[in-house]
């Protein structure tokens, strides 16, 4: 092996290694890494909770909610802020589609995380939302593995957590995963929401 | 009294045996502290170091300010206080966002090579630089060996010119006959 060769080795694999290892660590993060905690986009993640998850979460009327309550509904949980432009943009068609959804079995509970009462309870007054609402402990975000703003999980009538979305929905969004939920549970078709 | 001379070499050599020495104390000291020898306050912090914000630029919680860093932060401490271990607050991270909260991951499985990987590089670059300097070392000697000879060569020639000179088999170079210095002072 001449010089020149050995030192192409000696320093080319170290290097072609490091890069190797840099790219496996970019891949590893998902380029998820960076985001300021407003989920822009939407689109569906995998679970950071196991399925049989629950809360307990004071509402801002003062009574405590849990899943095993809402047991026999279907629950959309979603984790908001009164601060957070998608979430903002989403309020209104969240309190329209509550309005539609809870007479079919269908139970909504908002969870406002990084915020403070005040925000919160005008924004629920200004758009209307009859949901229950509760400000999070600083652990239900945490247990449930939110990233950021808005994240919505799915809970079936079983109490099962079966589905997470990040980022805000528009009403045919909503409406596509709830009837995929209210069918299943029906038995009109099971799975598919899974 | 004389002075003692020590070579410098020894010097060397005593003062790596007593930083690798110092090192392997350390090494070992750190190995035997415990999560119990650590107050709670001790145990967060460490931990906080150990955890990656989820939402920040490669920060760990305890470099963020980020609120769901304050709030792993305030989980980690909560969950110190009910009496969980280090290894069951990291596992219970890792469940809800995965190994790239941990900023350094677990040195099992796959991730070996992670941990691995820095020795392998280190020890091919230190292997491939002996080689590279132990190679030089051997071309210089061998240029320096060729080198000696050549010296001696042309030194033994000269002597051998010199003494043939004197026992006037050939004629010393630059020196001129008699003969021929009379002739050039006669032209002149």
Redesign the interface.
């Given at each position: 092996?001449t010089?020149r060769r050995?030192?192409a080795?000696?320093?080319g694999?170290?290097l072609i290694?490091?890069a190797s290892?840099l790219a496996w660590g970019v891949a590893?993060?998902?380029g998820?890494?960076?985001?300021?905690?407003v989920n822009d986009s939407f689109g569906e993640v995998s679970l950071?909770?196991?399925p049989d998850a629950d809360f307990e979460l004071t509402t801002i009327g003062g009574d405590v909610v849990s899943l095993e309550q809402l047991r026999g509904k279907v629950v959309l949980v979603d984790f908001w802020s009164s601060w957070c432009a998608p979430c903002r943009a989403e309020g209104p068609i969240l309190a329209e589609a509550y309005k539609e959804w809870r007479d079919r079995g269908v139970e909504f509970v908002g969870i406002a995380?990084?915020d403070e009462a005040g925000p919160v309870e005008d924004f629920i007054e200004r758009n209307g939302i009859e949901y229950v609402n509760g400000l999070d402990n600083?652990?239900i975000?945490?247990?449930?593995?939110?990233?950021?703003i808005p994240e919505k999980f799915f809970v079936t009538a079983d109490g099962e957590v079966v589905k997470k979305i990040a980022g805000p929905n528009t009403e045919a969004t909503l409406s596509r995963i709830l009837e995929e939920l209210t069918d299943e549970a029906l038995g009109i078709r099971t799975s598919a929401a899974r | 009294m004389p002075m003692r001379i020590v070579p410098d070499r020894f010097v060397t050599t005593r003062a790596i045996a007593w930083l690798a020495l110092g090192v392997l104390a350390l090494t070992v000291f750190a190995a035997c502290v415990q999560e119990d020898d650590l107050t709670p306050d001790q145990r967060a912090y460490t931990l906080d170091r150990e955890l990656m914000c989820p939402v920040c630029d490669g920060q760990t919680i305890d470099q963020s300010h980020a609120q769901i860093a304050e709030d792993m932060k305030r989980v980690v401490r909560e969950k110190i206080a009910e009496g969980e271990s280090n290894q069951e607050i990291r596992d219970y991270f890792v469940a809800r966002y995965g190994e790239v909260v941990l900023a350094a991951p677990e040195a099992s499985g796959f991730n070996l090579i992670i941990w691995l990987m820095p020795a392998v590089i280190g020890g091919g670059g230190a292997l491939a630089v002996f080689w590279v300097l132990k190679n030089m070392r051997r071309n210089s000697a061998q240029y320096a060996a060729t080198h000696r000879e050549t010296l001696e060569d042309r030194q033994l020639k000269q002597y051998l010119e010199k003494v043939d000179s004197d026992i006037g088999l050939i004629q010393a170079p630059g020196a001129e006959t008699g003969q021929q210095a009379g002739r050039k002072g006669g032209s002149d």
């Amino acid at each position: 092996m001449t010089q020149r060769r050995a030192i192409a080795v000696g320093v080319g694999i170290p290097l072609i290694l490091l890069a190797s290892l840099l790219a496996w660590g970019v891949a590893q993060t998902g380029g998820t890494q960076g985001r300021p905690g407003v989920n822009d986009s939407f689109g569906e993640v995998s679970l950071t909770v196991e399925p049989d998850a629950d809360f307990e979460l004071t509402t801002i009327g003062g009574d405590v909610v849990s899943l095993e309550q809402l047991r026999g509904k279907v629950v959309l949980v979603d984790f908001w802020s009164s601060w957070c432009a998608p979430c903002r943009a989403e309020g209104p068609i969240l309190a329209e589609a509550y309005k539609e959804w809870r007479d079919r079995g269908v139970e909504f509970v908002g969870i406002a995380i990084w915020d403070e009462a005040g925000p919160v309870e005008d924004f629920i007054e200004r758009n209307g939302i009859e949901y229950v609402n509760g400000l999070d402990n600083g652990r239900i975000a945490v247990d449930w593995g939110v990233r950021g703003i808005p994240e919505k999980f799915f809970v079936t009538a079983d109490g099962e957590v079966v589905k997470k979305i990040a980022g805000p929905n528009t009403e045919a969004t909503l409406s596509r995963i709830l009837e995929e939920l209210t069918d299943e549970a029906l038995g009109i078709r099971t799975s598919a929401a899974r | 009294m004389p002075m003692r001379i020590v070579p410098d070499r020894f010097v060397t050599t005593r003062a790596i045996a007593w930083l690798a020495l110092g090192v392997l104390a350390l090494t070992v000291f750190a190995a035997c502290v415990q999560e119990d020898d650590l107050t709670p306050d001790q145990r967060a912090y460490t931990l906080d170091r150990e955890l990656m914000c989820p939402v920040c630029d490669g920060q760990t919680i305890d470099q963020s300010h980020a609120q769901i860093a304050e709030d792993m932060k305030r989980v980690v401490r909560e969950k110190i206080a009910e009496g969980e271990s280090n290894q069951e607050i990291r596992d219970y991270f890792v469940a809800r966002y995965g190994e790239v909260v941990l900023a350094a991951p677990e040195a099992s499985g796959f991730n070996l090579i992670i941990w691995l990987m820095p020795a392998v590089i280190g020890g091919g670059g230190a292997l491939a630089v002996f080689w590279v300097l132990k190679n030089m070392r051997r071309n210089s000697a061998q240029y320096a060996a060729t080198h000696r000879e050549t010296l001696e060569d042309r030194q033994l020639k000269q002597y051998l010119e010199k003494v043939d000179s004197d026992i006037g088999l050939i004629q010393a170079p630059g020196a001129e006959t008699g003969q021929q210095a009379g002739r050039k002072g006669g032209s002149d």
